[in-house]
Nanobody, 120 residues
Framework: QVQLVESGGGLVQAGGSLKLSCAASGSIFSIDRMGWYRQAPGKLRELVADITAGGRINYADFPEGRFTISRDNAKNTVYLQMNSLKPEDTSVYYC??????????????WGQGTQVTVSS
C-alpha cells in the first residue's frame, strides 16, 4: 500500500507565493518520476513539472520560470515552490509518483489534490 499526501495549498493574493509538498509512504522500493499536475474546473489535467530520481526536470511552458520543483529522495518527498502567482494558476494541484513497490511492481500513484486559489 502506497500513499501520496499533499500539503501546502491555500488562498493567496496575486503576486504571492505558495510551496506545495507531497510525501510518499508505504511499501516503496524506489521512486522514479515525481511531479505535479493541475486541473482547473472544466479543463483537462495538465502537467506542471516533474523530476526524476536523478534530478532531471521537465517544466510545462506556462510557469515561465515562476515555479521550481525539487525533491528530497531520502524523504520520498517532492516540492513545488510557486512564486508570482496569477489568478489563472487557480486550480487543484495533484502530486503523482511512478513507484516501484516492495513487490517490485511499477505503479503510478496520485495524491488527493490540494486546492490553490489566487485572488486578483
Amino acid at each position: 500500500q502506497v500513499q501520496l499526501v499533499e500539503s501546502g495549498g491555500g488562498l493567496v493574493q496575486a503576486g504571492g507565493s505558495l510551496k506545495l509538498s507531497c510525501a510518499a509512504s508505504g511499501s516503496i522500493f524506489s521512486i522514479d518520476r515525481m511531479g505535479w499536475y493541475r486541473q482547473a474546473p472544466g479543463k483537462l489535467r495538465e502537467l506542471v513539472a516533474d523530476i526524476t530520481a536523478g534530478g532531471r526536470i521537465n517544466y510545462a511552458d506556462f510557469p515561465e520560470g515562476r515555479f521550481t520543483i525539487s525533491r528530497d529522495n531520502a524523504k520520498n518527498t517532492v516540492y513545488l515552490q510557486m512564486n508570482s502567482l496569477k489568478p489563472e494558476d487557480t486550480s487543484v494541484y495533484y502530486c503523482y509518483a511512478s513507484i516501484l513497490t516492495g513487490s517490485r511492481t511499477l505503479y503510478e500513484y496520485w495524491g488527493q489534490g490540494t486546492q490553490v486559489t489566487v485572488s486578483s
